[in-house]
């Protein structure tokens, strides 16, 4: 499956999970307002009921149009001829809520006009137990009229709408798991396309580097089976020595991949010896002294750390130096300077190794520790390897409980730093 393809797909997708959610989001708040309505008429109904019922209760004959009034939300008033007994009222109000099915707390006070104060005011709940008494929040909602009259507060309505809208929460919280599904799968399709990607390269960088030295052998070995040749022994030599460093070659790069397996399969098995780790350094660097004089470059050392003395496997921190380095060179186009500087840093000691080179793009920098991983190039190996260096580098510096990280631009070199913690 093509990127393109995989585009479209992910595109498409997303619009429809568009197009769900703002339905979903549609209805629910089609329901919710109807659910309010009705919860609303309830109200309306129950509290015009209580009016006139506290008007036959007084023997009141007159006739109250439209009492009740919603000044807020939640918050509703009833205009009353008279003053009225608080507990009277919470019985008149607690029966009608729970003929009319309104199971919810309310808070209730009432109004004398005479005193212009609220001069009763209580927390009510019809649920099974009792909740502590709240500080009432509908004694600063005053209703601006003349006269007597009692405020009902619901403090909880939004939620007691909300709860009389089970299936709409349930179908809400199935799309809610239902994107969340569809964003691990995304996640997990741009994985995989990435290893694929990578897997190719790697299959295409390991074809590139056995069928050089193959290609070599075979002709080298060509040359041994002419008859002339015994006759020519500094020729017969030089096809010998040829063939023997293109094996050491193949060698090297098997002993790469079998070094990879070996990680794999956590069997990484790590000696314990006391490392003079500048001592390490300057053998390193030694090593790939003729190779930098050949560019013309120069390999720079400035050791400031005071301690220096690690206890890990040689051959391993040995292999992880000779990778920055050799890394270091490779990416340097022409005249390589690399600097290798320690220093101390709170029981660790630093190492940077820092080059002139290309640099890495910054869109590769957060994969560049991973396995096979290479930079982008297209079809261009100007550059060998199989991009196990750095990971191989992570592994063993992971495994110390050190820690590796990039410093780079694109054009103007990088610089690598790991730290090893010290032990006394």
Known sequence: MNRKTIRTIIFLAIFSLIGIVATQMFWVKNAYNIQEDQFNDRVHVALTNVTHELLNIHKDESELINPVKQVASNYYTVMINDTVNPYLLETLLRNE??????????????????????????????????????????????????????????????????SKMGIWVFSSSIILLIIIFFAYTINVILKQKRLSEIKNDFINNITHEFKTPISTISLSADVLLQSSIADEPLRLANYANIIKEENNRLKNQVDKVLQ??????????????????????????KSFGLIVREKEGEIICNLNAKKHSFYGDKIHITNTLHNLIDNAIKYSSENPRVTIETNDDNGFIEISVKDNGIGVPKESQKHIFDKF????????????????????????????????????????GSTFIIKLPLNN
């Open 260 to 285: 990879l397996a070996t990680l794999d399969k956590d069997k990484l098995k790590l000696e314990d010896e006391n490392i003079d780790l500048h001592n390490l350094i300057a053998t390193s660097v």
């Open 373 to 412: 991983y290479r930079t982008p190039t297209g079809n261009v190996h100007d550059i060998k390897g199989f991009g196990l260096g750095l990971n191989y580098v992570k592994t063993i510096v992971e495994a110390y409980s050190g820690s590796v990280k990039l410093i780079s631009k694109e054009n103007q």
């Open 97 to 162: 809520f729970i003929q009319r099915n309104i199971n919810i707390d309310f808070e209730y006070v009432i109004y004398d006009c005479f005193t212009d104060s609220i001069v009763f005011g209580d927390y009510i709940s019809l649920g099974e137990t009792e909740k502590d008494q709240l500080q009432s929040k509908s004694y600063n909602m005053k209703w601006d009229k003349d006269g007597h009259y009692f405020g009902i507060f619901f403090p909880s309505k939004e939620t007691y709408i909300l």
